[in-house]
């Protein structure tokens, strides 16, 4: 049953709420949510989430920045970033520091589904 857990950050709440309901529609469980870098750190310390997704926008330390951090407290946890459109050159960095995959805002749910089986097995 495992790759099931999630942790959803983003400083925008809304987008939290659309990303939840798509994850927890699909039978995911979210465990937990954080509005940056730091608490994102935070979390992932805590909870160990199978999953994560990583907003690359965000006050007080960004996705970019967060994500060597995540990996070295919870080295098991699965990031995928969030960009928006635009963001192709910090998607590659991302993806370079140790991010699995990346989704687009808005979000749809098929493309956000598709990466979870992308990055699940890796």
Do not use: H, W
């Not at 926008?57 to 951090?69: N, V, Y």
């Amino acid at each position: 049953m495992g790759e099931r857990t999630f942790v959803v950050v983003d400083d925008a709440i809304f987008m939290r709420t659309v990303l939840k309901k798509m994850l927890v529609e699909s039978s995911y469980q979210v465990v937990g949510e954080a509005g940056n870098g730091l608490e994102a750190i935070e979390i992932a310390k805590k909870l160990q989430p199978d999953m994560m997704t990583l907003d690359i926008t965000m006050p007080e330390m960004d996705g970019l920045q967060a994500i060597e951090a995540i990996l070295q407290v919870s080295p098991n946890t699965k990031i995928i970033m969030c960009s928006a459109m635009g963001q192709q050159s910090r998607v590659i960095e991302a993806i370079k520091r140790g991010a699995k995959d990346f989704i687009v805002k808005p979000f749809e749910k098929a493309r956000v589904l598709q990466a979870i089986e992308n990055v699940k097995n890796l």
